[in-house]
């Protein structure tokens, strides 16, 4: 067992020392990948069509906490939903 517990942190410690430069971006590509999700799923709200609106529509809870950091990441300083303010 001991052996086997040896062989998964070398193969741990691999892994670290390859993904030590890409960390970063990393983060960036996910962020983008969730700021594009929230532009299609909050698409509706900012007049766009979403022909998915009624599939994301209980998204918007979970969603909500994010938009404020989302919003202004997309170089708007205020949110630009009327019924709807977190700044």
């Not at 993904?19 to 999700?37: C, G, I, K, M, Y």
């Not at 979403?50 to 170089?75: C, I, Q, S, V």
């Amino acid at each position: 067992m001991d052996y086997i517990n040896n062989i998964k942190k070398l193969f741990q410690w691999y892994d670290e020392i390859l993904s030590v430069q890409h960390r970063a971006e990393v983060a960036r590509e996910l962020r983008n990948e969730d700021d594009l999700f929230l532009l299609v799923c909050l698409s509706e709200t900012l007049g766009l069509p979403n022909p998915a609106f009624y599939y994301t529509l209980e998204l918007y809870p979970y969603m909500m906490e994010k938009f404020h950091d989302w919003h202004l990441r997309m170089g708007m300083e205020k949110s630009p939903l009327s019924g709807f303010r977190c700044c």
